[in-house]
């Protein structure tokens, strides 16, 4: 039967901005969300602050989920996950389950929004001994630490004298698979690497990088503040290894601009990891048929033009689930993502 | 932190040898020094921060290593050098107010001109060498010019009753304010090479000439005339300049003029941004300038013949402004074809004199395969050019001697544009 319902699968940013514009241009959406609580990943990986605002990340997704529960358009399924899909553009039949219990949801149309995942450290390779050393984190934990306002060094509880950041982890790796760029880590390491100078003063922060990759205004509003105010350590060069030397952690790589080796004992190490396809937006590919590129995100058309209609009639995909992506992206692919559903349902409305 | 391993370099491990040759290359003395640690052991950022701490030198620590200023820095192209590379050796704990590197920069400003990040070289370096100075720890060839211009007035350590000895039997007369008791239009800052160094002194004889020639109302102070202060005060003597300064100023304040007409660039410099600080505000021109805007005045007749290539002055070029008015000189006089060197004008090659180069010979030898002004005089016998026309009195010896060492005696000979003006003007000119 058709169905002018949008059903938005996912309530992170993208999820959440595409449900609040569908809604608002009047159609009826389901958002279905499998954790209990909405925000996605900038609730559920405890960030402390968005990148390139330094928002409170709380206070932005307590924003956005307000923004869809106020509408009474919206109906948010949280705890539930999509079982199958069968139908096509304009007559969906999407079978959730919830609490061991399957629901029929029909809807005309619908939005992926179903992210991204951090890379794993110890995935293929036991990169930098991340499940070994306890003092060698991700820029995850270390986000997890900055929001409870206790930036420590694990092993000893106390505040770091030295950290550094090792870039480009699970990105820009052709061994590991995942030749992209993960676009958005530079900019989050050296806004950690702000915040870590601000509760720790005393601390020395060092980014260890190939390239930085600042784009737009994270140049000025956040890497150049990062280096001339607070006084962080950019060296061109990435970590190769990470080893224990007489029980102190040491970084060892080359210096590239002194072209000389480096060997520089550590207190914490802070993989900035990059971003992977969700598990959730590998299984969604998989129940709409839609293709998907070698790394396992989504395919949109990829005429430039269009970054958010998928390889299926009717379904599109919005935000990371569609390729590395930052806050900005994904807010201005879900607003398009919504655009092109209402309006197509709107269109076959009329024709039929 | 790191108490297990060494962030500093044991000079002992430091293998550096005398004389040697590679392959036919002489690479003696620093040119070949080895470490036996190559290895970073550590990041002693202390360093850096002792350097960003100082009033100026703040955009030290701004360096992202675009290395832009590197491919323009005149000290790189004949050593190893540029501040990007500054940022990094500080970085990796180098005590720059120790350091060769504090005293090679010349204060050139080609770095700022192309520096995307606006690393302040001209405020770093004065500022880092003024902790020096402080200390104590300036080169001692340096420290010995500080003292004979404090002591002097000139860092020549010439009798200051000597600075209008150029104007003894001289064919036109060149008047002292102080016997005039009167107002002039021009007073006329000669400046300390000018006044003493013997080819200096030719090139006043020629500029005396043509002022004459011009029928300007002009006076010199003669010897009440101190160093203007400009290079002490890049060079880190921030004391030793205010002091000048102050001299100066009190001495100018004396006398009424229209026009202060400096020689010197530098001294141009210091009128136009440094003195006004301090109290002492004046027309100030530089003599180049001056005299471009009487061209027609002139009446150049007398033909000069040759090809003239024209060297820029930092503290003219890049410093103030100044390009057109030394070249529209050039190119008026008779029978000249100005041929431009490959660095010109924006981009001109420093002659290392200054932020005081000029008194730093010894450590420029000692870091540098040759000095620089052995490099622009090599850039201008490329240009094909028979002359090479300065219009900063720092340059007339600096280049004459870099012409000898460079074997190009007879091939190219250094013209102040006052004794091409004489030239043309059928003048004397010695």
């Known amino acids: ?352 | 932190m790191g108490t297990e391993v060494s962030p500093k370099i044991d000079p002992s491990r430091v293998m550096e040898h005398e004389h040697y040759e590679l392959e036919g290359v002489d690479i003696s003395g620093h040119w070949n020094r080895m470490f036996e640690q190559r290895v970073i052991f550590d990041y002693d950022i202390e360093q850096l921060d002792r350097v960003t701490a100082l009033d100026g030198g703040e955009s030290m620590g701004w360096c992202y290593q675009c290395s832009q200023c590197t491919a323009v820095c005149p000290v790189d192209h004949v050593g190893d050098y540029g501040p990007r590379k500054i940022y990094r050796k500080l970085q990796v704990g180098m005590d720059f107010f120790t350091s060769d590197d504090l005293w090679l920069c010349t204060t050139c400003a080609n770095c700022l001109r192309v520096c995307p990040k606006e690393v302040d070289m001209l405020q770093i370096i004065p500022a880092a060498r003024k902790e020096a100075v402080l200390e104590g720890a300036v080169p001692s060839e340096l420290q010995e010019v500080f003292e004979k211009t404090a002591r002097y007035g000139n860092p020549l350590g010439k009798n200051p009753k000597r600075r209008v000895a150029w104007t003894k039997g001289l064919d036109v007369e060149v008047p002292i304010i102080a016997d005039l008791d009167r107002k002039v239009d021009v007073l006329w800052w000669v400046s300390d090479y000018p006044s003493y160094h013997p080819r200096g002194m030719e090139a006043s004889r020629s500029l005396a000439r043509v002022l004459t020639h011009l029928g300007v109302d002009f006076a010199i102070l003669g010897a009440e005339e101190r160093h203007d202060g400009d290079s002490m005060l890049r060079a880190g003597e921030e004391g030793l300049f205010e002091m000048l300064a102050d001299q100066n100023i009190e001495t100018l304040n004396k006398y009424e003029f229209d026009l202060l007409l400096t020689t010197d660039p530098h001294a141009y410099n210091a009128f136009l941004h440094e003195y006004p600080q301090r109290g002492g505000t004046y027309k100030v021109e530089h003599y180049s300038t001056y005299l471009a805007e009487r061209i027609e005045e002139l009446g150049l007749s007398h033909d000069v013949g040759g090809r003239v290539t024209f060297h820029d002055p930092c503290y003219l070029g890049r410093q103030n402004g100044v390009y057109d008015e030394p070249r529209a000189l050039i190119e008026a006089l008779p029978g000249v074809e100005l041929v431009e060197m490959w660095r010109n004008r924006q981009n001109g090659y420093c002659c290392g004199g200054g932020g005081g180069g000029m008194w730093l010979d010894g450590l420029a030898a000692e870091n540098q395969s040759m000095r620089l002004s052995e490099k622009r005089v090599l850039e201008a016998v490329e240009t094909g050019a028979d002359t090479l026309c300065v219009v900063c009195p720092y340059e007339v010896s600096r280049f004459e001697d870099a012409v000898k060492s460079t074997n190009n005696d007879g091939a190219l000979v250094v013209r102040d544009i006052s004794e091409l003006l004489a030239t043309a003007l059928g003048l004397a000119t010695n």
Request: hydrophobic share 40%.
């Open chain 1, 1 to 352: 039967m058709r169905s002018d319902r949008v059903v938005v699968v996912g309530a992170g940013p993208a999820g959440l901005e595409a449900a609040r514009l569908a809604a608002e241009l009047g159609s009826p959406v389901t958002l279905v969300e499998k954790n209990e609580v909405a925000g996605g990943m900038p609730i559920h990986a405890h960030y402390a602050t968005l990148t390139h605002h330094f928002r409170s990340a709380e206070g932005a997704m307590r924003e956005m989920i307000d923004a869809v529960t106020s509408n009474e358009l919206v109906e948010i399924r949280t705890g539930t996950e999509i079982t199958s899909v069968s139908g096509s553009v304009g007559e969906f039949t999407i079978t959730v389950a919830s609490n061991g219990t399957t629901e029929v949801v029909e809807a005309g149309a619908i939005i992926l929004a179903t992210g991204f995942q951090h890379f794993d450290p110890s995935r293929e390779t036991q990169q930098y001994q991340y499940y070994e050393f306890p003092d060698v984190i991700t820029i995850v934990d270390a986000e997890k630490m900055l929001k409870e306002e206790n930036f420590v060094t694990p092993t000893t509880g106390k505040p770091p004298e030295r950290v550094a950041f090792i870039q480009c982890v699970g990105s820009r790796d052709r061994q590991i698979g995942n030749e992209y760029c993960s676009k958005v880590c530079c900019g989050i390491s050296s806004k950690q690497a702000i915040e870590i100078r601000k509760m720790v003063p005393n601390a020395r922060v060092f980014i260890f990088y190939i390239d930085m990759r600042m784009y737009g205004y994270w140049e000025n509003e956040i890497y150049w503040p990062a280096q001339e105010e607070y006084k962080v350590n950019y060296v061109k060069g990435i970590i190769t290894e990470i080893l224990s030397k007489n029980g102190r952690l040491v970084i060892r790589g080359e210096d590239t601009t002194m072209g000389r080796p480096m060997e520089i004992p550590i207190d914490i190490a802070i993989l900035s990891v990059g971003m992977e396809p969700s598990a959730g937006t590998r299984t969604m590919a998989k129940i709409l048929g839609l293709t998907s590129n070698k790394y396992g995100f989504i395919e949109t058309d990829r005429d430039i033009l269009d970054t958010v209609t998928t390889t299926v009639p009717g379904v599109y995909a919005a935000g990371a689930a569609t390729g590395p992506a930052d806050l900005d992206d994904s807010i201005a692919s879900a607003g398009a993502a919504a655009a092109k559903a209402v309006s197509l349902l709107r269109t076959t409305a009329v024709t039929v």
